[in-house]
């Protein structure tokens, strides 16, 4: 994956984002919002803006509307929790429950289909993003990519046993930097752009010897 120069974070920020929500309770709605703004200016990426009335300019938004279409024809008003276009759609829960518990896995399934149907029902020229991101608020965070955006599976990222991360994990420099490029330049960390690098680099390589 291509790593992007950033600035350095705030740490003191960090350390403060991370001691508010430890012990944060209270019901999904009255705290997502706070949650995932705070968490923007902890990473020192762009805050959501505010929502219009013609669709096409919530390119970053809380509660985008979006219409989901029903095999029958039908169509009801879903709201996606934030719309980042081109980037991400987040799905928010604070389900009180045990982490990795049946409950826990069970509500955050739920969150991962809600949000996959979100992403399939988005008007066509504004494309799929690469990322669906679940949060438990004030707890966790999941990532899952699909990057070619030919309606395939949005798969754990960067694998099944590093897609989860705990407030805690904030901390870790590493997790910052893809949380930060999940923001910034999300398609930086499409594994494949990586190897093709790689392969081009390579073959340079190879052709250089050769006229040598």
């Known amino acids: 994956m291509n790593m992007i120069d950033l600035p350095p974070l705030d740490q003191e920020r960090l350390e403060a ?8 309770a209270g019901p999904e709605r009255a705290n ?3 949650f995932l703004t705070g968490l923007c200016a902890a990473l020192d990426v762009p ?7 013609d669709l096409r300019q919530n ?15 039908s169509v009801t008003k879903g709201y996606i929790d934030l719309y980042y276009r081109q980037h991400f759609v987040l799905e928010a829960k604070q389900t009180g429950q045990g982490l990795e ?5 069970k509500a955050m399934l739920a969150a991962h289909h809600q949000a996959d149907r979100y992403v399939r029902n ?3 020229e504004e494309g799929r993003p690469p990322f669906i991101i679940l949060t438990d608020v004030g707890r966790t965070l999941e990532l899952y ?5 030919s309606g395939g599976i949005y798969t754990p990222f960067p694998d099944p046993g590093h897609h989860r991360i705990r407030l805690e994990d904030l901390r870790d420099p590493a997790i910052q930097q893809r949380l930060r490029q ?9 594994p494949s752009r990586y190897a093709a690098r790689v392969t081009r680099a390579i073959s340079t390589t190879l052709a250089e010897l050769a006229r040598s």
Not at 47 to 53: D, K, Q, R, T, V
Not at 59 to 73: K, L, N, S, T
Not at 145 to 149: D, K, L, N, P, R
Not at 182 to 190: A, G, I, M, Y
């Open 17 to 24: 984002f991370i001691s508010l929500w430890n012990h944060a």
């Open 32 to 34: 997502y919002q706070l």
């Open 47 to 53: 805050s959501p803006e505010p929502a219009h009335e």
């Open 59 to 73: 390119a970053y938004v809380f509660e985008r509307r979006v219409d989901i279409r029903h095999p029958d024809g």
């Open 101 to 105: 518990t049946h409950g826990w896995d």
């Open 122 to 124: 988005l008007p066509p």
């Open 145 to 149: 990519a699909e990057f070619t955006g």
């Open 182 to 190: 999940v923001w910034r330049e999300p398609l930086s960390l499409d």
